[in-house]
C-alpha cells in the first residue's frame, strides 16, 4: 500500500499541478480535504521557508503523515523586497487583487525598466516522522507598467518575464508550469524525495 502524503493546500491548480510533477513516487499524494482536515494555520514566519514548515508541521501534527506545504510570493527590488511575506496581505486582507496590481504599478510609477526588478518566490517544506526539510524556487522578472494578459491569477498580469516578452498572465498554462517559482521549487523537491523513496 503507498503512503500518503498531504498537500497542506486548499488550491486544486496547485493539488493537480503537484501531483503532475511527482508522479511515479511510490505515494498517494492527498488534499487537506480528503484527510478530512481543514485547519486555521497563522502564518506568522519571517520568510516564506519559515511560514511553509509552520504550515506543514501544523499539518503533521494532526495526521502523523507525511505532509508537504507551500508559501510563495512577490519580491521587487525597489521596494526592498516587498511585499515579500506580506504577498497575499498586500494592501489589507480584504483588498481586490486588482487594486492590489494597481498599487504596485502606482509605487513605481515613472522607474525605469532596469530598477523594476522583481521576482517569485517558493519555498515547500516536507515534514515526515524521521525527516523535515525545505526547497526554494524562483523565477526573475520585472514589474510591468500596466496589467497585461487574462491567464493565471495573482501578481501575474504584473510580472514580466524579458525572455518570452511577455507577464505571467499572457503565457500559456504550460509555458508558465515549466518556468514557475512553484515548478523550480517541486522539481528540487523531487529529487530530494526520488532520494528518500530510492
Same mark, same amino acid.
Given at each position: 500500500?503507498?503512503?500518503?502524503?498531504?498537500?497542506?493546500?486548499?488550491? &486544486?491548480?496547485?493539488? /493537480?499541478?503537484? $501531483?503532475? +510533477?511527482?508522479?511515479?513516487?511510490? *505515494? =498517494?499524494?492527498?488534499?487537506? %480535504?480528503?484527510?478530512?482536515?481543514?485547519?486555521?494555520?497563522?502564518?506568522?514566519?519571517?520568510?516564506?521557508?519559515?511560514?511553509?514548515?509552520?504550515?506543514?508541521?501544523?499539518?503533521?501534527?494532526?495526521?502523523?503523515?507525511?505532509?508537504?506545504?507551500?508559501?510563495?510570493?512577490?519580491?521587487?527590488?525597489?521596494?526592498?523586497?516587498?511585499?515579500?511575506?506580506?504577498?497575499?496581505?498586500?494592501?489589507?486582507?480584504?483588498? &481586490?487583487?486588482?487594486? /492590489?496590481?494597481? $498599487?504596485? +504599478?502606482?509605487?513605481?510609477?515613472? *522607474? =525605469?525598466?532596469?530598477?523594476? %526588478?522583481?521576482?517569485?518566490?517558493?519555498?515547500?517544506?516536507?515534514?515526515?516522522?524521521?525527516?523535515?526539510?525545505?526547497?526554494?524556487?524562483?523565477?526573475?522578472?520585472?514589474?510591468?507598467?500596466?496589467?497585461?494578459?487574462?491567464?493565471?491569477?495573482?501578481?501575474?498580469?504584473?510580472?514580466?518575464?524579458?525572455?518570452?516578452?511577455?507577464?505571467?498572465?499572457?503565457?500559456?498554462?504550460?509555458?508558465?508550469?515549466?518556468?514557475?517559482?512553484?515548478?523550480?521549487?517541486?522539481?528540487?523537491?523531487?529529487?530530494?524525495?526520488?532520494?528518500?523513496?530510492?
Amino acid at each position: 500500500m503507498k503512503r500518503k502524503l498531504i498537500v497542506a493546500s486548499k488550491n &486544486d491548480g496547485k493539488i /493537480k499541478e503537484i $501531483k503532475k +510533477i511527482l508522479d511515479g513516487l511510490p *505515494i =498517494e499524494i492527498i488534499s487537506m %480535504k480528503e484527510a478530512g482536515i481543514d485547519p486555521d494555520i497563522e502564518e506568522n514566519g519571517a520568510d516564506f521557508e519559515q511560514n511553509a514548515m509552520l504550515k506543514a508541521q501544523a499539518v503533521y501534527n494532526l495526521t502523523s503523515s507525511m505532509v508537504i506545504a507551500d508559501d510563495s510570493g512577490l519580491e521587487i527590488d525597489f521596494l526592498n523586497g516587498a511585499p515579500g511575506v506580506f504577498t497575499s496581505r498586500f494592501a489589507g486582507e480584504s483588498t &481586490d487583487q486588482s487594486e /492590489k496590481n494597481k $498599487k504596485i +504599478i502606482y509605487l513605481l510609477k515613472d *522607474i =525605469e525598466p532596469q530598477y523594476r %526588478k522583481a521576482r517569485f518566490v517558493c519555498s515547500i517544506a516536507f515534514v515526515s516522522e524521521k525527516i523535515k526539510f525545505t526547497v526554494t524556487g524562483s523565477v526573475e522578472g520585472q514589474i510591468s507598467e500596466k496589467p497585461e494578459g487574462y491567464n493565471g491569477f495573482g501578481y501575474d498580469p504584473i510580472f514580466y518575464v524579458p525572455e518570452y516578452a511577455k507577464t505571467f498572465a499572457e503565457l500559456t498554462e504550460n509555458v508558465k508550469n515549466q518556468i514557475s517559482h512553484r515548478a523550480d521549487a517541486l522539481h528540487k523537491l523531487r529529487k530530494k524525495l526520488d532520494n528518500i523513496f530510492s
